[in-house]
């Protein structure tokens, strides 16, 4: 009697990051209903894939301002010019909301973008309601204002201006030197207490920039943008996220002396997230570019989560418990002192806030 073998299933291929890019895979996203998973067809044939490049498409949203109830930050609106994000961090958390555009949060986040052309004539419109309330517009909370496309699209400039011009309050967070770019505008709101900028800094290490987040600014660049707005008066930040431990948690005390060295008068951390897709995605990152501290890397991650690879109640997911969550907060606290980073910036003034005459508007006489 012949014995029939069930043929052997390709093997995966090696999980390779395309040059310039932080994602290892492009993983489906949780709401599709079938996986794909790139295999060997045995042959062995060396070949050179093209460069992916980025795609970007109009955004049609018909609103701009998003709210928000979370209790555990600062704002309760924001503004995001731009879905997905070139910078490619392999951390980011923003990346599962590529799923809900049927797209993967992996590499389709960082190739295939989506802009918003309408944004400052939707702030405009927002702005005027007679309904509004004044509260600051937190801009880079999901994805940034100021990555590579912006200096194309100048989307985020556009929305400035519309502040400017009702004397809204805003607070920028970003890890682009491009800010600087718009620092005529957020000077002179600074002076009324109505612009604050944090500049993300994770590594003081290029190569390790590098590979974490392939198209961002370098960390010196970074650094250069807090001297610049500082300079200009601007409130500036430096916000060290996300921690990593086991991989530039001994990097913190390091960070705050570079920042406030270049003039910065406050400092904020975050714990590494990991939720929905992102668990997998970083953990490709981590098994291709530091194979021998991945699993270190996981299991420090999970002890400041209760065992868990992510905890989303308010308050822990940005801190993390534990006796090393704990060393974390100790080592921030004690950094914010030695390097007098503890000084907040005097509040935003809401006071000022006041729909300029729109187009066609009578004027008024006396």
Not at 152 to 177: A, Q, Y
Not at 183 to 204: C, E, H, K, N, Y
Not at 251 to 276: D, W
């Amino acid at each position: 009697m012949k014995q029939h073998r069930s043929p052997a299933r390709a093997p995966a291929l090696p999980r390779v990051a395309p040059a310039g890019r932080g994602a290892v895979s492009n993983r489906s996203g949780r709401f599709e209903g079938v996986a794909r998973e790139a295999v060997g067809d045995g042959w062995d044939i060396e070949e050179e894939l093209p460069a992916l490049r980025t795609q970007a498409t109009p955004d049609a949203t018909r609103t701009i301002i998003t709210f928000n109830q979370s209790p555990d930050i600062s704002f309760d609106r924001s503004i995001n010019p731009y879905r997905g994000c070139e910078h490619g961090c392999s951390y980011c958390f923003a990346r599962p909301t590529h799923a809900y555009l049927g797209l993967s949060p992996g590499l389709d986040f960082e190739t295939r973008l989506l802009y918003k052309p309408d944004a400052a004539r939707l702030l405009d419109r927002e702005l005027r309601a007679k309904s509004y309330q004044p509260r600051v517009i937190a801009m880079g909370t999901n994805t940034d204002p100021y990555q590579p496309l912006e200096r194309k699209m100048g989307i985020t400039r556009s929305l400035l201006e519309v502040m400017r011009d009702f004397s809204h309050p805003v607070g920028i967070v970003t890890k682009s030197n491009l800010i600087a770019r718009d620092i005529d505008i957020l000077g002179p709101m600074a002076q009324r207490r109505l612009a604050r900028a944090a500049i993300s800094v994770t590594t003081l290490d290029r190569r390790l920039a590098r590979a974490m987040e392939p198209r961002a600014a370098t960390p010196e660049r970074r650094l250069d943008a807090i001297r610049a707005l500082s300079a200009a008066g601007i409130p500036t930040a430096v916000l060290v996220a996300p921690i990593i431990p086991g991989l530039n948690d001994h990097e913190i005390e390091a960070i705050a002396e570079a920042a406030a060295e270049a003039g910065a008068t406050s400092m904020g951390y975050v714990l590494l997230r990991l939720p929905l897709e992102i668990k997998d995605l970083f953990r490709e990152w981590l098994e291709e570019n530091v194979p021998d501290r991945a699993s270190r890397v996981l299991k420090l991650l999970r002890e400041m989560r209760d065992g868990k690879d992510y905890d989303a109640r308010w308050f822990e997911r940005q801190r993390g418990n534990g006796p090393f969550a704990k060393l974390i907060a100790d080592r921030a606290r004690a950094a914010r002192s030695r390097f007098g980073l503890g000084d907040d910036p005097p509040p935003f003034d809401l006071t000022l806030f006041k729909p300029p005459p729109a187009p066609g508007d009578q004027l008024v006489l006396w």
